[in-house]
């Protein structure tokens, strides 16, 4: 995985025992993605008229997660359909020149034309760069 997103865990993404909510590494995959989009895809995108949305989400959790950690979001894609691709995720935490991947997940994303209401074949810039990043055929 090429893309890494550095991701600041807040206080408010805790719980009272400390460990960051299972509901936050959702927000962390969308920040990971949004960060992969601006720079793998970048100006390819009129957000206001396209884009993309969750279709499913799936997160496998190795270990909690806590206020201190170090944490990075690898992100990549591997499967791409004419309407949606696959976004895999690896949460990572940095200690001591050491990374643990404390969960793993994926995302179907759909792209989809807002002004539309409706999903739409993949436009072809972003296909074309995201395959070139990730070294696609």
């Not at 206080?11 to 989009?37: C, I, K, P, Q, W």
């Not at 895809?41 to 201190?68: C, H, M, T």
Request: include cysteine.
């Amino acid at each position: 995985m090429k893309h890494k997103a550095p991701i600041q865990i807040r206080f408010a993404d805790t719980d009272m025992l400390g460990h960051v909510n299972n509901a936050n590494y959702l927000t962390y995959m969308e920040l990971a993605r949004m960060s992969y989009f601006n720079e793998v895809v970048n100006d390819a995108v009129d957000w206001n008229k396209e884009g993309i949305i969750l279709a499913k989400s799936i997160i496998d959790y190795r270990r909690p997660l806590f206020i201190q950690d170090d944490l990075s979001v690898y992100i990549a894609v591997d499967q791409i359909s004419s309407k949606s691709f696959n976004f895999s995720y690896k949460f990572a935490v940095s200690k001591e020149g050491e990374e643990t991947i404390c969960a793993e997940g994926s995302t179907l994303m759909v792209c989809f034309d807002y002004q539309l209401n409706k999903s739409i074949v993949m436009p072809e810039k972003w296909k074309e760069r995201i395959m070139k990043y990730e070294g696609m055929k």
